[in-house]
């Protein structure tokens, strides 16, 4: 309803003006401004300079795009009431977590909806926890540790992610029992493009349940998950092994992997002066008493396991080791250094190839703070039918290859974004031809004929969802999936 409103706060948004197209503030509303009211608000529906430009970019301080508006909210029913007001006027919307993609897929210059306010947990039982979709995995499985001695399946190495931000492109951990993030989740509480709250699962609402696994926030935003819990346990034991050969270190990668015995199993190159540094990290949960033998569970790889450096760690400092790695950078300006990365999903029989033709050199100068990881994932335990996985190759596993390449000095760099974001391309065509598909928190530019041809004959199925979901196409404008569609 259109009327004239003064309000006594300045600075926090109180309407909207679809004929200017402007948000009004008390500030800005004059004594005869006709707007729209907002809905009243839990939280805050925001302007200022700050709030708009700390939800202008991402993780790769590559694209930048200022909201509108920033809404901070205090409750799900916020989100319901602004997606609902933005639909009416169509107004763009993203939801935005942590911001770990690298290339504006959670940026708009509509409405920018800032989840990590959100990171309630309201339920937890030994099989299932019940949260916001705001709270890191990591700030989560502390608090089922120490409730219940319990965990989710799959945690990622990096645990300053979000809940709801993992979800939505799929989240890999190294755990190889368990799938991916999108498989563990019994329930979702989505708010669709139209500002419709559905609770849905594998058997309730099925059809927006899967679209949004996995879906880059084109069809609905989570406002509330329900992940399983398993057993904690509480000790690890962890092995690694440094190679020499590219070919023997996936070569391992996979047999400890598909052999099924170990709970997980990481590899990474990091850039070295005289060559790169290759690494298989392998780790098995064990109780005080009970500690696995490495003679039996590194047995066959192409290195001896007498040559593995061995640790043991209690559960929570393991599971947070990776976090303590990284903070001290962002002291250091981690944060506004350019990170065009690069992300694939490849065939299991073809990776060993892919990396040794597109990675010669593993120099600093050309990593920069950078590393290369490798994530495998077995995909019998990939339940969703609309995720993308690469071609099959008759193995019961693939590879994530990541290429978390990283500027040595703040930008902005144009030279140097155009030159990677011109070689992604290249090492994505590459990728395809060998039946490789792209995991999309990485740096590249994507038409909608380029993700049509990542879905294949899903796609028409997508493309209809996208309509029946969010019919305006007001959601996650920075992934720019439908704008042919």
Same mark, same amino acid.
């Given at each position: 309803?259109?009327?004239?409103?003064? !309000?006594?706060?300045?600075?926090?948004?109180?309407?909207?003006?679809?004929?200017?197209? *402007?948000?009004?503030?008390?500030?800005?509303?004059?004594?005869?401004?006709?707007?729209?009211?907002?809905?009243?608000?839990?939280?805050?529906?925001?302007?200022?300079?700050? /709030? +708009?430009?700390?939800?202008?970019?991402?993780?790769?301080?590559?694209?930048?795009?200022?909201?509108?508006?920033?809404? *901070?909210?205090?409750?799900?029913?916020?989100?319901?009431?602004?997606?609902?007001?933005?639909?009416?006027?169509?107004?763009?919307?993203? /939801?935005?977590?942590?911001?770990?993609?690298?290339?504006?897929?959670?940026?708009?210059?509509?409405?920018?909806?800032?989840?990590?306010?959100?990171? #309630?947990?309201?339920?937890?039982?030994?099989?299932?926890?019940?949260?916001?979709?705001?709270?890191?995995?990591?700030?989560? @499985?502390?608090?089922?540790?120490?409730?219940?001695?319990?965990?989710?399946?799959?945690?990622?190495?990096?645990?300053?992610?979000?809940?709801?931000?993992?979800?939505?492109?799929?989240? /890999?951990?190294?755990?190889?029992?368990?799938?991916?993030?999108?498989?563990?989740?019994?329930?979702?509480?989505?708010?669709?493009?139209?500002?419709? !709250?559905?609770?849905?699962? #594998?058997?309730?609402?099925?059809?927006?349940?899967?679209?949004?696994?996995?879906?880059?926030?084109?069809?609905?935003?989570?406002?509330?998950?329900?992940?399983?819990?398993?057993? @904690?346990?509480?000790?690890?034991?962890?092995?690694?092994?440094?190679?020499?050969?590219?070919?023997?270190?996936?070569?391992?990668? *996979?047999?400890?992997?598909? +052999?099924?015995?170990?709970?997980?199993?990481?590899?990474?190159?990091?850039?070295?002066?005289?060559?790169?540094?290759?690494?298989?990290?392998?780790?098995?949960?064990?109780?005080?008493?009970?500690?696995?033998?490495?003679?039996?569970?590194?047995?066959?790889?192409?290195?001896?396991?007498?040559?593995?450096?061995?640790?043991?760690?209690?559960?929570?400092?393991?599971?947070?080791?990776?976090? #303590?790695?990284?903070?001290?950078?962002?002291?250091?300006?981690?944060?506004?250094?350019?990170?065009?990365?690069?992300?694939?999903?490849?065939?299991?029989?073809?990776?060993?190839?892919?990396? #040794? /033709?597109?990675?010669?050199?593993?120099?600093?100068?050309?990593?920069?703070?950078?590393?290369?990881?490798?994530?495998?994932?077995?995909?019998?335990?990939?339940?969703?039918?609309?995720?993308?996985?690469?071609?099959?190759?008759?193995?019961?596993?693939?590879?994530?290859?990541?290429?978390? +390449?990283?500027?040595?000095?703040?930008?902005?760099?144009?030279?140097?974004?155009?030159?990677?974001?011109?070689?992604?391309?290249?090492?994505?065509?590459?990728?395809?031809?060998?039946?490789?598909?792209?995991?999309? @928190?990485?740096?590249?530019?994507?038409?909608?004929?380029?993700?049509?041809?990542?879905?294949?004959?899903?796609?028409?199925?997508?493309?209809?969802?996208?309509? +029946?979901?969010?019919?305006?196409?007001?959601?996650?404008?920075?992934?720019?999936?439908?704008?042919?569609?």
């Amino acid at each position: 309803m259109t009327r004239r409103r003064m !309000l006594a706060v300045t600075g926090v948004v109180i309407g909207f003006d679809i004929v200017a197209g *402007r948000w009004i503030t008390h500030g800005t509303a004059g004594a005869q401004s006709l707007f729209d009211n907002v809905p009243e608000l839990d939280g805050e529906l925001l302007l200022d300079n700050g /709030a +708009r430009i700390g939800m202008s970019t991402d993780r790769g301080q590559i694209v930048t795009r200022m909201p509108a508006a920033v809404l *901070r909210p205090g409750s799900a029913t916020d989100i319901q009431k602004m997606i609902q007001f933005c639909y009416q006027r169509g107004i763009s919307v993203s /939801a935005r977590g942590d911001g770990h993609a690298t290339h504006g897929q959670s940026l708009t210059d509509g409405l920018a909806i800032e989840t990590r306010s959100l990171t #309630a947990i309201h339920e937890m039982s030994d099989d299932h926890v019940v949260v916001d979709p705001g709270i890191f995995w990591g700030d989560l @499985a502390v608090a089922t540790y120490n409730a219940r001695r319990r965990t989710p399946p799959v945690i990622p190495t990096i645990t300053k992610l979000t809940v709801g931000g993992t979800l939505s492109v799929g989240g /890999a951990g190294a755990n190889v029992h368990f799938g991916l993030q999108t498989d563990n989740v019994i329930e979702l509480d989505i708010i669709d493009g139209t500002g419709t !709250l559905r609770t849905c699962s #594998a058997t309730r609402n099925q059809d927006l349940f899967e679209a949004v696994l996995g879906g880059l926030g084109q069809f609905g935003v989570i406002v509330r998950a329900t992940i399983p819990l398993i057993p @904690a346990p509480t000790r690890v034991r962890e092995w690694r092994f440094n190679y020499i050969s590219n070919a023997d270190h996936v070569t391992d990668t *996979r047999l400890y992997t598909l +052999r099924g015995e170990l709970d997980e199993v990481h590899s990474e190159w990091l850039p070295g002066s005289t060559g790169p540094v290759r690494l298989v990290t392998v780790a098995k949960y064990f109780e005080p008493g009970a500690e696995p033998d490495g003679g039996q569970y590194l047995r066959g790889g192409t290195i001896p396991g007498v040559l593995a450096i061995q640790e043991d760690y209690d559960w929570l400092p393991y599971l947070l080791r990776s976090d #303590a790695l990284v903070d001290p950078f962002s002291n250091f300006g981690y944060d506004q250094l350019l990170k065009p990365w690069f992300d694939v999903m490849l065939p299991d029989s073809v990776t060993a190839e892919f990396i #040794a /033709a597109e990675f010669p050199e593993w120099t600093p100068e050309i990593m920069g703070l950078g590393v290369i990881d490798l994530k495998t994932v077995r995909r019998s335990r990939v339940s969703n039918p609309m995720f993308r996985l690469p071609d099959p190759d008759g193995s019961d596993i693939y590879h994530t290859l990541s290429v978390l +390449r990283t500027s040595l000095h703040p930008g902005p760099d144009p030279a140097y974004v155009e030159y990677w974001l011109t070689r992604n391309r290249q090492m994505y065509e590459r990728a395809r031809t060998l039946g490789g598909v792209r995991y999309a @928190a990485d740096s590249q530019d994507f038409t909608t004929a380029d993700w049509a041809a990542e879905y294949g004959d899903r796609w028409p199925e997508l493309v209809n969802r996208k309509r +029946r979901f969010d019919p305006k196409a007001i959601l996650g404008v920075g992934v720019d999936m439908f704008a042919d569609a």
